[in-house]
């Protein structure tokens, strides 16, 4: 029901292991569905527009390190198309 009232992608970071649980909203934003995506950061990042990566890898990053529940980054990601997103990651 979450997913559903937000419309955008809900993800959840394991710390200890690295792996990563996104919602089905996932398509919407990159073309792809969460079974299709590895489920670890580095698939996500792999993914954030190359002049932004650096930026926003640091503040989830920091996030992680310092074990903040919460962050906030803006930044463009790589559709499947081709075509830039833009998100606002929090």
């Given at each position: 029901l979450a997913t559903e009232a937000v419309h955008g992608?809900?993800?959840e970071l394991d710390p200890g292991?690295?792996?990563?649980e996104r919602s089905g909203d996932l398509e919407a934003i990159v073309g792809y569905r969460p079974d299709?995506?590895?489920p670890d950061a580095e698939w996500w990042v792999d993914r954030?527009?190359?002049?932004d990566r650096a930026a926003a890898s640091e503040t989830l990053r920091d996030a992680v390190?310092?074990?903040v529940r919460r962050h906030q980054a803006e930044y463009r990601v790589r559709h499947r198309d081709g075509s830039l997103r833009s998100v606002w990651d929090r």
């Open positions: 992608l809900i993800y292991t690295g792996v990563v299709e995506a590895r954030i527009e190359p002049t390190e310092r074990g």
